[in-house]
């Protein structure tokens, strides 16, 4: 696969959107990977750091609403 950006050869992918990129465009941007509540009702999460990020999408901070998935 090639770079999103530069069509050099690509080294990761986007975590967030899968989009290909080289070690130079690569970002960083924290990741959601699980979350979970506490025998107590304490919510917690497992949260990738470093996840790789391509610097051209948008994750969005808040749910979106799905129509017609019935």
Not at 4 to 24: D, I, L, M, Y
Not at 41 to 49: E, H, L, P
Request: charged content about 25%; hydrophobic content about 30%; aromatic content about 10%.
């Amino acid at each position: 696969m090639e770079c999103w950006h530069c069509e050099r050869p690509s080294h990761a992918n986007c975590q967030f959107c899968g989009r290909a990129v080289c070690k130079t465009h690569t970002q960083e941007k924290p990741f959601l990977l699980h979350t979970y509540r506490t025998a107590n009702g304490q919510y917690k999460a497992f949260v990738v750091r470093k996840a790789v990020w391509c610097g051209v999408c948008e994750p969005q901070s808040d749910p979106i609403d799905l129509k017609n998935m019935e």
